[in-house]
Protein backbone atom coordinates (compact mmCIF):
# COMPACT_ATOMS: atom_id res chain seq x y z
CA UNK A 1 0.00 0.00 0.00
CA UNK A 2 1.65 3.15 -0.98
CA UNK A 3 0.60 6.91 -0.58
CA UNK A 4 1.53 8.37 -4.16
CA UNK A 5 0.13 11.87 -3.12
CA UNK A 6 -0.38 14.35 -0.55
CA UNK A 7 -2.54 17.57 -0.75
CA UNK A 8 -2.28 19.73 2.40
CA UNK A 9 -4.59 23.05 3.11
CA UNK A 10 -3.54 24.67 6.15
CA UNK A 11 -2.50 22.67 8.24
CA UNK A 12 0.43 23.27 10.93
CA UNK A 13 2.58 25.63 8.93
CA UNK A 14 1.49 24.64 5.56
CA UNK A 15 -0.52 26.86 3.87
CA UNK A 16 -1.19 24.45 0.61
CA UNK A 17 1.53 21.52 -0.57
CA UNK A 18 0.90 19.61 -3.40
CA UNK A 19 3.35 16.14 -2.85
CA UNK A 20 4.20 12.90 -4.82
CA UNK A 21 6.37 11.65 -2.32
CA UNK A 22 8.74 8.40 -3.00
CA UNK A 23 7.25 4.22 -3.35
CA UNK A 24 9.81 3.04 -0.94
CA UNK A 25 11.42 5.39 1.40
CA UNK A 26 11.07 9.19 1.61
CA UNK A 27 13.75 11.08 3.29
CA UNK A 28 12.54 14.48 4.52
CA UNK A 29 14.79 17.11 5.99
CA UNK A 30 14.87 20.06 7.16
CA UNK A 31 15.61 22.64 9.90
CA UNK A 32 14.30 22.94 12.99
CA UNK A 33 10.49 24.23 13.12
CA UNK A 34 10.44 23.84 9.39
CA UNK A 35 7.56 21.48 9.52
CA UNK A 36 9.00 17.96 9.00
CA UNK A 37 7.04 16.48 11.90
CA UNK A 38 3.65 18.58 10.81
CA UNK A 39 4.44 16.05 7.70
CA UNK A 40 4.10 13.20 8.83
CA UNK A 41 1.34 14.28 11.52
CA UNK A 42 -0.68 14.42 8.29
CA UNK A 43 -0.24 11.63 6.73
CA UNK A 44 -0.85 9.90 10.62
CA UNK A 45 -4.09 11.87 11.22
CA UNK A 46 -5.08 10.43 7.19
CA UNK A 47 -5.30 7.15 8.78
CA UNK A 48 -5.68 7.30 12.59
CA UNK A 49 -8.00 10.61 12.61
CA UNK A 50 -5.92 11.89 15.21
CA UNK A 51 -2.69 13.28 15.39
CA UNK A 52 0.60 11.09 17.84
CA UNK A 53 0.91 14.48 19.29
CA UNK A 54 -1.72 16.32 20.81
CA UNK A 55 -5.49 15.23 21.65
CA UNK A 56 -6.52 18.12 20.53
CA UNK A 57 -7.06 18.02 16.84
CA UNK A 58 -7.97 21.46 16.43
CA UNK A 59 -4.62 22.78 17.51
CA UNK A 60 -3.62 21.42 13.96
CA UNK A 61 -5.67 23.97 12.10
CA UNK A 62 -2.94 26.60 10.68
CA UNK A 63 -3.15 29.85 12.95
CA UNK A 64 -5.81 32.07 11.49
CA UNK A 65 -7.48 29.50 9.28
CA UNK A 66 -10.78 27.81 9.86
CA UNK A 67 -10.30 24.24 8.52
CA UNK A 68 -7.93 22.18 7.30
CA UNK A 69 -8.09 19.91 4.51
CA UNK A 70 -6.26 16.66 3.73
CA UNK A 71 -6.04 14.23 0.35
CA UNK A 72 -4.80 11.48 0.09
CA UNK A 73 -4.39 9.40 -3.06
CA UNK A 74 -3.62 5.57 -1.70
CA UNK A 75 -2.77 2.45 -3.48
CA UNK A 76 -3.29 -0.58 -2.38
CA UNK A 77 -5.66 -3.12 -3.95
CA UNK A 78 -6.64 -0.22 -5.81
CA UNK A 79 -6.77 3.57 -6.14
CA UNK A 80 -8.47 5.39 -3.15
CA UNK A 81 -8.42 8.92 -2.81
CA UNK A 82 -9.30 9.41 1.50
CA UNK A 83 -10.00 13.10 1.82
CA UNK A 84 -10.97 14.99 5.44
CA UNK A 85 -11.75 18.83 6.51
CA UNK A 86 -11.50 19.52 9.99
CA UNK A 87 -12.92 22.73 11.51
CA UNK A 88 -12.69 23.32 14.96
CA UNK A 89 -16.12 21.38 16.01
CA UNK A 90 -16.60 19.49 13.04
CA UNK A 91 -14.75 16.89 10.82
CA UNK A 92 -16.28 15.45 7.19
CA UNK A 93 -14.29 12.59 5.54
CA UNK A 94 -14.54 11.25 1.91
CA UNK A 95 -13.52 8.11 0.65
CA UNK A 96 -13.99 8.20 -3.55
CA UNK A 97 -16.35 11.05 -3.44
CA UNK A 98 -19.01 9.14 -0.63
CA UNK A 99 -18.99 10.07 2.78
CA UNK A 100 -17.61 7.97 5.65
CA UNK A 101 -18.74 8.12 9.39
CA UNK A 102 -16.96 5.43 10.91
CA UNK A 103 -13.63 5.64 11.79
CA UNK A 104 -13.05 1.87 11.80
CA UNK A 105 -13.18 2.55 8.13
CA UNK A 106 -10.88 5.26 7.81
CA UNK A 107 -8.38 3.27 9.86
CA UNK A 108 -8.93 0.08 7.46
CA UNK A 109 -7.67 1.74 4.13
CA UNK A 110 -4.78 3.85 5.33
CA UNK A 111 -2.79 1.43 8.30
CA UNK A 112 -0.25 3.73 9.49
CA UNK A 113 2.23 3.32 12.20
CA UNK A 114 4.55 6.15 13.79
CA UNK A 115 7.73 5.91 15.53
CA UNK A 116 7.83 9.64 16.45
CA UNK A 117 9.74 11.14 19.69
CA UNK A 118 7.18 9.97 21.75
CA UNK A 119 7.46 6.73 20.86
CA UNK A 120 9.22 5.65 24.24
CA UNK A 121 6.40 5.84 25.91
CA UNK A 122 5.88 1.82 24.76
CA UNK A 123 8.23 1.26 27.34
CA UNK A 124 8.73 3.70 30.34
CA UNK A 125 4.94 4.65 29.88
CA UNK A 126 1.70 3.27 31.63
CA UNK A 127 0.01 -0.14 30.09
CA UNK A 128 -2.50 1.67 28.28
CA UNK A 129 -0.16 2.45 25.37
CA UNK A 130 0.99 -1.22 25.19
CA UNK A 131 -2.67 -2.44 25.29
CA UNK A 132 -3.63 0.35 22.33
CA UNK A 133 -0.75 -0.64 20.71
CA UNK A 134 -1.96 -4.35 20.78
CA UNK A 135 -5.60 -3.61 19.74
CA UNK A 136 -4.28 -1.73 17.22
CA UNK A 137 -2.20 -5.01 15.59
CA UNK A 138 -5.59 -6.92 16.42
CA UNK A 139 -7.76 -4.41 14.80
CA UNK A 140 -6.74 -5.28 11.46
CA UNK A 141 -5.21 -9.06 11.24
CA UNK A 142 -8.83 -10.27 13.31
CA UNK A 143 -12.12 -9.53 11.58
CA UNK A 144 -14.12 -9.78 14.55
CA UNK A 145 -11.78 -7.93 16.94
CA UNK A 146 -13.55 -4.74 16.95
CA UNK A 147 -16.61 -6.79 18.07
CA UNK A 148 -15.32 -7.87 20.73
CA UNK A 149 -13.57 -4.99 22.16
CA UNK A 150 -16.70 -2.92 22.10
CA UNK A 151 -18.58 -5.37 23.99
CA UNK A 152 -16.18 -5.57 26.52
CA UNK A 153 -16.26 -2.06 26.67
CA UNK A 154 -19.42 -1.66 26.88
CA UNK A 155 -19.81 -4.43 29.48
CA UNK A 156 -17.17 -2.94 31.84
CA UNK A 157 -18.63 0.76 31.84
CA UNK A 158 -22.14 -0.55 32.88
CA UNK A 159 -20.51 -2.82 35.88
CA UNK A 160 -18.19 0.30 36.65
CA UNK A 161 -21.83 2.33 36.56
CA UNK A 162 -23.45 0.11 38.74
CA UNK A 163 -21.02 0.40 41.24
CA UNK A 164 -20.79 4.25 41.18
CA UNK A 165 -24.43 4.30 41.12
CA UNK A 166 -23.90 2.09 45.08
CA UNK A 167 -26.52 -0.08 43.50
CA UNK A 168 -26.41 -3.27 45.81
CA UNK A 169 -23.84 -6.65 45.28
CA UNK A 170 -26.79 -8.25 43.32
CA UNK A 171 -27.58 -5.93 41.14
CA UNK A 172 -23.49 -5.19 40.37
CA UNK A 173 -23.35 -9.39 39.86
CA UNK A 174 -25.79 -9.05 37.09
CA UNK A 175 -23.26 -7.29 34.89
CA UNK A 176 -20.35 -10.29 35.97
CA UNK A 177 -21.11 -12.78 33.12
CA UNK A 178 -21.04 -10.01 30.43
CA UNK A 179 -18.11 -8.83 31.57
CA UNK A 180 -16.45 -12.08 31.98
CA UNK A 181 -17.69 -13.60 28.68
CA UNK A 182 -16.38 -9.97 26.35
CA UNK A 183 -13.06 -10.02 28.56
CA UNK A 184 -12.36 -14.20 28.13
CA UNK A 185 -12.42 -13.36 24.40
CA UNK A 186 -10.51 -10.17 24.44
CA UNK A 187 -7.72 -11.94 26.69
CA UNK A 188 -7.75 -14.72 23.82
CA UNK A 189 -7.66 -12.27 21.13
CA UNK A 190 -4.70 -10.55 22.85
CA UNK A 191 -2.78 -13.80 23.86
CA UNK A 192 -2.94 -14.71 19.89
CA UNK A 193 -1.56 -11.35 18.96
CA UNK A 194 1.38 -11.43 21.49
CA UNK A 195 2.41 -15.04 20.03
CA UNK A 196 2.77 -13.72 16.72
CA UNK A 197 4.68 -10.69 17.77
CA UNK A 198 7.26 -11.95 20.48
CA UNK A 199 9.26 -13.54 18.03
CA UNK A 200 9.69 -10.98 15.60
CA UNK A 201 10.09 -8.65 18.29
CA UNK A 202 12.63 -10.73 20.43
CA UNK A 203 14.79 -11.43 17.37
CA UNK A 204 14.83 -7.66 16.35
CA UNK A 205 15.83 -6.93 19.87
CA UNK A 206 18.46 -8.62 20.44
CA UNK A 207 20.16 -7.40 17.07
CA UNK A 208 19.23 -3.89 18.08
CA UNK A 209 20.61 -4.29 20.86
CA UNK A 210 23.42 -6.46 20.65
CA UNK A 211 21.92 -8.40 23.99
CA UNK A 212 20.23 -11.53 24.77
CA UNK A 213 17.00 -11.99 27.12
CA UNK A 214 14.57 -9.57 25.83
CA UNK A 215 11.63 -11.31 26.37
CA UNK A 216 8.27 -10.21 25.55
CA UNK A 217 5.15 -11.54 27.84
CA UNK A 218 1.43 -10.73 28.44
CA UNK A 219 -0.46 -10.49 31.59
CA UNK A 220 -4.26 -10.27 31.16
CA UNK A 221 -5.17 -7.90 34.33
CA UNK A 222 -6.47 -11.08 36.81
CA UNK A 223 -5.27 -13.68 38.54
CA UNK A 224 -3.55 -16.19 36.47
CA UNK A 225 -5.49 -19.40 36.09
CA UNK A 226 -8.88 -17.98 37.26
CA UNK A 227 -11.60 -18.07 35.03
CA UNK A 228 -12.18 -13.84 34.65
CA UNK A 229 -16.07 -14.99 36.39
CA UNK A 230 -14.72 -16.18 39.34
CA UNK A 231 -11.71 -13.27 39.85
CA UNK A 232 -15.09 -10.44 39.60
CA UNK A 233 -17.09 -12.35 42.05
CA UNK A 234 -13.72 -12.80 44.37
CA UNK A 235 -13.31 -9.01 43.75
CA UNK A 236 -16.33 -7.82 44.07
CA UNK A 237 -16.13 -6.26 47.55
CA UNK A 238 -13.03 -5.01 46.80
CA UNK A 239 -14.25 -3.23 43.61
CA UNK A 240 -16.73 -1.75 45.56
CA UNK A 241 -14.24 -0.04 47.35
CA UNK A 242 -12.30 1.34 45.04
CA UNK A 243 -15.08 2.52 42.97
CA UNK A 244 -14.19 0.35 39.88
CA UNK A 245 -13.81 -2.77 38.21
CA UNK A 246 -10.06 -4.18 39.26
CA UNK A 247 -9.58 -7.27 37.15
CA UNK A 248 -10.09 -7.83 33.42
CA UNK A 249 -8.23 -7.01 30.07
CA UNK A 250 -8.33 -2.78 31.05
CA UNK A 251 -5.84 -4.19 33.38
CA UNK A 252 -3.84 -6.33 31.59
CA UNK A 253 0.02 -5.53 31.05
CA UNK A 254 2.07 -6.34 27.80
CA UNK A 255 5.72 -7.07 29.34
CA UNK A 256 8.65 -6.20 28.32
CA UNK A 257 12.04 -7.59 30.19
CA UNK A 258 15.48 -7.65 29.69
CA UNK A 259 17.58 -10.19 31.49
CA UNK A 260 14.92 -10.58 33.69
CA UNK A 261 13.87 -7.30 35.12
CA UNK A 262 11.87 -4.36 33.45
CA UNK A 263 12.86 -2.80 30.39
CA UNK A 264 12.61 0.28 31.48
CA UNK A 265 14.84 -0.41 35.05
CA UNK A 266 17.50 -2.07 33.24
CA UNK A 267 18.13 -0.76 30.00
CA UNK A 268 19.78 3.30 28.96
CA UNK A 269 17.58 5.64 27.12
CA UNK A 270 18.47 5.16 23.74
CA UNK A 271 18.41 1.73 24.32
CA UNK A 272 14.61 2.35 25.28
CA UNK A 273 14.33 3.98 22.58
CA UNK A 274 15.15 1.01 19.97
CA UNK A 275 13.32 -1.15 22.12
CA UNK A 276 10.26 0.98 21.25
CA UNK A 277 11.02 1.17 17.90
CA UNK A 278 11.54 -2.71 17.46
CA UNK A 279 7.75 -3.01 19.34
CA UNK A 280 5.86 -0.86 16.36
CA UNK A 281 8.41 -2.62 14.03
CA UNK A 282 7.35 -5.78 14.80
CA UNK A 283 4.10 -4.56 15.10
CA UNK A 284 4.19 -3.87 11.05
CA UNK A 285 5.71 -6.93 10.35
CA UNK A 286 3.36 -9.43 11.69
CA UNK A 287 0.32 -6.84 9.93
CA UNK A 288 2.20 -7.59 6.88
CA UNK A 289 2.78 -11.48 7.43
CA UNK A 290 -1.39 -11.73 8.30
CA UNK A 291 -2.66 -9.34 5.43
CA UNK A 292 -0.25 -9.61 2.78
CA UNK A 293 -0.18 -6.14 2.46
CA UNK A 294 1.79 -3.20 4.06
CA UNK A 295 1.50 -0.82 7.09
CA UNK A 296 3.12 2.74 5.90
CA UNK A 297 5.47 3.77 8.61
CA UNK A 298 6.95 7.00 9.67
CA UNK A 299 9.78 7.60 11.73
CA UNK A 300 10.59 10.88 13.10
CA UNK A 301 13.74 12.14 13.78
CA UNK A 302 15.51 9.06 13.40
CA UNK A 303 18.88 9.75 14.21
CA UNK A 304 17.89 11.82 17.46
CA UNK A 305 19.24 9.94 20.39
CA UNK A 306 20.71 7.53 18.56
CA UNK A 307 24.64 6.92 18.05
CA UNK A 308 25.99 5.61 14.66
CA UNK A 309 26.18 2.03 15.28
CA UNK A 310 22.44 1.85 16.54
CA UNK A 311 21.07 4.35 14.22
CA UNK A 312 22.48 2.08 11.74
CA UNK A 313 21.02 -1.04 13.37
CA UNK A 314 17.81 0.50 13.09
CA UNK A 315 17.84 1.71 9.58
CA UNK A 316 18.41 -2.24 8.81
CA UNK A 317 15.31 -3.13 10.92
CA UNK A 318 13.33 -1.22 9.27
CA UNK A 319 14.27 -1.98 5.77
CA UNK A 320 12.95 -5.55 6.75
CA UNK A 321 9.43 -3.73 6.64
CA UNK A 322 7.88 -4.01 2.99
CA UNK A 323 5.68 -1.02 2.89
CA UNK A 324 6.30 2.31 2.08
CA UNK A 325 8.53 4.59 5.09
CA UNK A 326 8.48 7.98 5.88
CA UNK A 327 11.93 9.27 7.55
CA UNK A 328 12.59 12.81 8.75
CA UNK A 329 16.04 13.95 10.08
CA UNK A 330 17.52 17.53 10.27
CA UNK A 331 20.99 16.75 7.85
CA UNK A 332 19.82 14.70 5.01
CA UNK A 333 23.56 13.35 4.70
CA UNK A 334 23.16 11.60 7.72
CA UNK A 335 19.42 10.33 6.33
CA UNK A 336 20.82 8.98 2.90
CA UNK A 337 23.55 7.26 4.75
CA UNK A 338 21.17 5.20 6.59
CA UNK A 339 18.66 4.88 3.53
CA UNK A 340 18.51 2.53 0.97
CA UNK A 341 19.35 3.00 -2.75
CA UNK A 342 16.78 4.64 -4.62
CA UNK A 343 15.14 6.07 -1.83
CA UNK A 344 13.74 9.84 -2.56
CA UNK A 345 15.09 12.90 -0.50
CA UNK A 346 12.78 16.38 -0.24
CA UNK A 347 14.07 19.47 1.64
CA UNK A 348 11.73 21.10 3.63
CA UNK A 349 11.47 25.03 3.47
CA UNK A 350 9.48 27.85 3.20
CA UNK A 351 6.55 25.90 3.63
CA UNK A 352 7.39 23.59 0.90
CA UNK A 353 8.92 20.75 -0.40
CA UNK A 354 11.98 21.01 -2.59
CA UNK A 355 12.87 17.39 -4.29
CA UNK A 356 16.73 17.07 -3.65
CA UNK A 357 18.81 14.17 -5.48
CA UNK A 358 19.80 11.81 -2.90
N1 LIG B 1 -1.51 25.50 13.97
C1 LIG B 1 -0.38 26.05 13.52
N2 LIG B 1 -0.40 27.11 12.68
C2 LIG B 1 0.74 27.63 12.20
N3 LIG B 1 1.96 27.19 12.51
C3 LIG B 1 2.06 26.14 13.34
C4 LIG B 1 0.89 25.51 13.88
N4 LIG B 1 1.29 24.49 14.68
C5 LIG B 1 2.64 24.50 14.64
N5 LIG B 1 3.11 25.48 13.85
C6 LIG B 1 4.51 25.81 13.53
O1 LIG B 1 4.94 24.93 12.53
C7 LIG B 1 6.36 24.90 12.53
C8 LIG B 1 6.82 23.49 12.19
O2 LIG B 1 6.72 22.63 13.30
P1 LIG B 1 7.24 21.12 13.23
O3 LIG B 1 7.13 20.59 14.61
O4 LIG B 1 6.52 20.40 12.15
O5 LIG B 1 8.76 21.32 12.81
P2 LIG B 1 9.95 20.28 12.68
O6 LIG B 1 10.60 20.55 11.36
O7 LIG B 1 9.50 18.91 12.94
O8 LIG B 1 10.90 20.79 13.84
P3 LIG B 1 11.98 20.04 14.79
O9 LIG B 1 13.14 19.64 13.91
O10 LIG B 1 12.38 21.14 15.72
O11 LIG B 1 11.30 18.91 15.45
C9 LIG B 1 6.78 25.44 13.88
O12 LIG B 1 7.37 26.70 13.69
C10 LIG B 1 5.49 25.58 14.64
O13 LIG B 1 5.51 26.68 15.52
Known amino acids: ?176 QAVADAGEQLDACRQRQVRRLAGVFESMAASALGVDGVVLSYQSGWKEGLPLAEALQRNRASDIRMGHTLSGPHRAELQIRVKGAPARERVSRGQQKMLAACLLLSGARVFEEERQRGVVVLVDDLPSELDRVHAARFAELLATVQGQCFITGIESERLVSLAPEGSTLFHVEQGGLVPVQA
Open 1 to 176: MTLTRLRLRDFRCFEQLDWYPGERWTLISGENASGKTSLLEAIFFLGRGRSFRTARNEKLIRTGAQAFELVGDIHSDRNHRLGVRRAARESRWRLDGRDLRRMADIANVFPVLSIDTGAQVMIEGGPENRRRFLDWGLFHVEQGFMQVWRRYRQALAQRNGAIRGRLNERAIATWD
